[in-house]
């Protein structure tokens, strides 16, 4: 990677929009180097697109906008190292954007990528054993700085050849974020998004619904991603029952079924769910799946009424609804 920007050196820094990867940038520029930085997205991403937005109005840097679609999707079904706390697989997850960070570095001629993590801030990812792991397998040994922690770590290659002062960088460690904040402060940044809440595979209950579907499927696309993140979830055996919860999810849940030609059942004169039924053979969930659709419909609880199953066939049938206790026993 050789840097191409007239007699200036050019970087280029992974940016999530939080304030580590903030302050990255900014210790960058202010040691005058050109920045370019590159976000990452995937199917689970709940990131803050505006803080993305607002980092490269402020600090005037080019954003390259890459989304990681199937090829993560394949590391989220079979990650090599592992999961973290819930079913995010942060090594790996990891490596494969340093992987498609370092191509875009070549591409534009930047002579150093830059991330914001901080020495043990996080407990899979962030130990100093795991970035050089990390390092080693994305193909960048020595090439990847770290600013806010470099100070902690051994010197990369862009330190090594003199292209930036280390006596500028910091030796910040841990999950307090005081000495972030502190810099912050010092250099105006103020609207930056909280730290939590950034990936969906960290959510527990999302985890579960995940962790299910793979119990029963190999491979994880990005229409099972739509699903998963919709309605209420049941399991019967090897059959899943997907109940939607507002007009919205109604309309997915419906467009899904046609679209498929899945089975799914309604209820009939009153407002209903839509239900649909996933799995190679769901005969013999669809009365339990009709009576769900009765309990989370309008209809009475303690007479039978008319649920609609569309199937090759059309058929109604009548049920009462099923009870609350029955319920939670096949919910995800």
């Not at 119990?215 to 979830?233: A, E, F, P, Q």
């Not at 046609?258 to 009365?287: A, F, Q, T």
């Amino acid at each position: 990677m050789v840097a191409t920007f007239g007699e200036k050196t050019k970087v280029l820094a992974l940016l999530s929009g939080g304030l580590d990867s903030t302050l990255a940038v900014k210790i960058m520029l202010e040691q005058g180097l050109v920045v370019e930085a590159v976000n990452f997205t995937t199917p689970f991403c709940l990131c803050d697109k505006c803080a993305i937005d607002s980092v490269s109005k402020k600090f005037q840097i080019k954003v390259h906008k890459v989304l990681l679609g199937q090829e993560f999707l394949d590391l989220v079904a079979a990650p090599p190292h592992g999961y973290g706390s819930g079913m995010n697989p942060c090594m790996d997850c990891r490596i494969l954007m340093l992987r498609k960070a370092k191509a875009v570095a070549q591409k534009i001629g930047a002579k150093c990528i830059v991330t914001g993590e901080v020495l043990n801030e996080r407990p899979f990812s962030q130990r100093k054993d795991s970035m050089f792991l990390i390092e080693r397998e994305a193909g960048l040994e020595g090439k990847i700085l770290r600013p806010l922690s470099a100070k902690l770590l051994p010197e990369t290659e862009f330190e090594k050849e003199g292209l930036i002062d280390r006596e500028k960088l910091f030796s910040i460690k841990g999950r307090r974020r005081l000495p972030q904040m502190s810099l912050a402060k010092t250099w105006n940044i103020n609207d930056y998004p909280c730290p939590a809440g950034g990936c969906l595979l960290t959510d527990p209950q999302f985890a579960l619904r995940l962790r299910d579907f793979l119990t029963y499927s190999c491979k994880l696309t990005l229409r099972d991603i739509v699903l998963l993140k919709i309605g209420r979830h049941f399991r019967i055996g090897d059959c899943k029952i997907v109940v939607g919860r507002n007009s919205e999810e109604n309309k997915i849940l419906l467009t899904l079924a046609k679209r498929e030609n899945k089975p799914y059942l309604e209820v009939i004169n009153y407002m209903s769910p839509i239900v649909l039924l996933e799995g190679s053979n769901v005969d013999h969930v669809v009365e339990e799946a009709a009576r769900i659709a009765v309990r989370y419909s309008d209809a009475p609880k303690d007479t039978s009424v008319d649920v609609r199953h569309v199937a090759t066939d059309m058929n109604i049938m009548k049920v009462r609804a099923a009870k609350d206790e029955e319920i939670e026993l096949s919910r995800i």
